[in-house]
């Protein structure tokens, strides 16, 4: 007996279901993506209120600033001070070892000891790590998640200090961050220079959460786009300033003032 075979070939409407099911499952996998992101995005509140009560905490048992500690070597041991003029920057030490500070009430800006200050919240067992630093040299050169916290996005890291405050006349150049009261913040930067850590929708959408949802005002502010070519702000007034929302690179950092 001779069997015939058929060839059985999908139908337009087999196929149809097979793109539908395909166009379901890799729109499941982008909307997951960004659900993901969004909550790691939104989770830095978390980190930086964690950090505030952190240093408040520290302050009120050591009567110090950390990082600004001036008898930090007393309870933690101290890093043989390289000799090449670095100072505390390029200092290596093993376990709790860290460096004095200088005592004048600030985190000094990009300094050691904002480098130091997670040092010593780490070694007080205010927050969790270590962050011995890796004497990487300046603050633009931290490596994160060793020398800085990082948040639970990728490519950024966390810096602290005091930043004082910023005025502008409206005469001469602009300045490189809006015009606040900052004292000592918060930044969320990325992980190499001269590169943010959010998208400017992301910013935004941070900032309307948390904040007042303008760049240029409130605890959550960015540096200003005149100061800075990352492009996540219009290069306009500052009390015009908007974010790009149309920029889609990471190109934003972000200040939180925290009030300490």
């Not at 200088?102 to 067992?125: K, M, T």
């Not at 004497?135 to 639970?152: E, F, H, I, L």
């Amino acid at each position: 007996m001779i069997k015939s075979y058929k060839n059985h070939a999908f139908t337009l409407i087999e196929l149809s279901i097979v793109l539908i099911v395909i166009g379901l499952i890799i729109g499941g996998i982008v909307v997951g993506r960004h659900m993901i992101r969004q909550s790691q995005v939104m989770s830095m509140m978390v980190d930086v209120q964690s950090y505030t009560s952190a240093v408040s905490n520290f302050q009120k048992k050591y009567n110090a600033l950390p990082g600004d500690m001036v008898n930090a070597t007393s309870f933690w041991g101290s890093v043989t001070t390289p000799t090449n003029g670095n100072t505390c920057y390029q200092a290596v030490g093993t376990g709790t070892q860290t460096c004095d500070g200088n005592g004048n009430g600030q985190i000094d800006w990009c300094s050691y000891e904002s480098g130091r200050a997670w040092q010593h919240l780490a070694n007080a067992g205010m927050i969790q790590g270590a962050y011995p630093q890796s004497g990487a040299g300046t603050c633009w050169t931290w490596s994160p998640g060793v020398d800085v916290p990082t948040p639970k996005i990728g490519g950024a890291y966390f810096m602290m200090g005091y930043k004082g405050t910023v005025v502008y006349s409206g005469v001469g150049p602009l300045p490189a961050d809006f015009p606040a009261v900052y004292n000592h913040v918060i930044l969320l930067t990325g992980s190499t220079t001269g590169t943010g850590a959010l998208s400017s929708s992301e910013a935004q959408g941070f900032d309307t959460k948390y904040d007042d949802g303008s760049p240029s005002s409130g605890n959550v502010l960015t540096p200003a786009s005149t100061g800075y070519s990352y492009g996540c702000t219009t290069n306009v007034s500052y009390l015009l300033a908007q974010y790009v929302t149309n920029a889609t690179s990471n190109v934003c950092q972000l200040y939180f003032i925290t009030g300490f």
